[in-house]
């Protein structure tokens, strides 16, 4: 997986188990891309922030200082989708 793809489907996964911090699928999803960040890629995230339209992500591998950006809305799309869905909103 490249790393800008799991990247974003880190924060896309981050902002779920944030939200629903008892859903156990999104916090075992989450933690499976944390890891596949930091084995794989080498990635320790430094901070995550929102920017007009963006999502900022401030991360270093080995030792270098990177940023990726993210339209706010592409990343909050697989939160909404769940929220929409009735089958994923009975109490976890």
């Not at 992500?57 to 769940?82: C, P, Q, S």
């Amino acid at each position: 997986m490249k790393l800008v793809d799991a990247l974003s489907n880190w924060l896309s996964i981050k902002k779920v188990h944030e939200e629903r911090p008892n859903d156990l699928a999104a916090e075992d999803t989450f933690e499976f891309f944390s890891e596949i960040l930091k084995e794989d890629h080498q990635v320790k995230i430094q901070s995550v922030s929102i920017q007009g339209p963006f999502y900022i992500v401030l991360f270093e591998v080995n030792g270098v200082e990177r940023t990726e950006r993210f339209f706010v809305d592409a990343v909050d799309a697989l939160y909404e989708g769940i929220q929409n869905e009735p089958r994923f909103n009975e109490e976890c």
